[in-house]
């Protein structure tokens, strides 16, 4: 009788398993659950400040913004963006404006802002979060942007302007795992957007001519 062969002593089965092997591992560990929260140091752009005192309301969607995706190319992810992107706008207005007041209810058709001796009312929101990997991408690096909407109501609750700026980051897929590097991706965003805020707020026509005539009034002209 013909004596089986020992799969064992086989080098081209050997690697056949192992390689399967890694290859599960890795399909594994692609479809985990990524859960991660933002966090991080960022730095504050230093302008001129604008001679105004806003109102700031940061609706709870903003504070607490979430987001979640789930695909079969990069699994099931949820990125939680809110407190620390919250944090950042308390720091980047407050550096931005004279005064920056945190107003924690506030609704336009109700309340105004007359009462809180503002002159303004800012309230900014987070229309769209994503981010790409370099498996869906094809590119060596992570990518993320967020679109912001920046609405300023005047003391009255009328809408002076509606202003949407979006900021975008990246992060080499080499140098972090992927977790870190959507992360870092997203704190380069949240940090492009404010940046662009900082610089471009002021020179936004509409805020010009309401502002021009904000300064015509206080000055009795």
């Keep these: 009788m013909k004596p089986k062969p020992n799969v064992e002593d086989n080098p081209k089965i050997t690697f ?3 390689f399967s092997l890694l290859f599960f591992i ?16 960022l730095p504050i752009p230093m302008v001129k400040k604008i001679p105004v005192r806003i109102g700031v309301h940061y609706p709870d969607a903003f504070v ?9 190319e ?20 407050g550096s931005m404006f004279s005064e920056a007041v945190i107003l924690e209810k506030w609704d ?10 503002t002159h303004a009312v800012l309230v900014p929101q987070i229309k769209k979060y994503g981010f790409l990997t370099p498996f869906v991408s094809g590119l060596g690096f992570y990518s993320a942007s967020i679109e912001y909407e920046l609405t300023l109501y005047d003391s009255r609750g ?6 949407t ?12 795992g992927k977790e870190e590097a959507v992360e870092q991706a997203t704190l380069l965003a949240i940090r492009d957007a404010g940046a662009r805020i900082a610089i471009e707020f002021d020179k936004q026509k509409a805020f010009k ?13």
């Design 26 to 41: 890795t399909l594994l560990s692609s479809c985990a659950p990524s859960d991660i929260v933002i966090e991080g140091s």
């Design 158 to 163: 009328a809408t002076i302007f509606n202003w």
């Design 209 to 221: 001519s309401w502002f021009g005539n904000l300064e015509k009034a206080e000055n009795g002209s």
């Design 108 to 117: 336009s058709d109700i309340t105004g802002v007359s009462n809180e001796n």
């Design 64 to 72: 607490d913004f979430v987001h979640t995706e789930t695909s079969k």
């Design 74 to 93: 990069i699994g099931a992810w949820q990125i939680d963006l809110g407190k620390q992107n919250a944090g950042f706008f308390r720091a980047l207005f």
């Design 16 to 18: 056949k398993r192992l």
């Design 165 to 176: 700026v979006v900021g975008y980051g990246k992060s080499e897929g080499k140098a972090f």
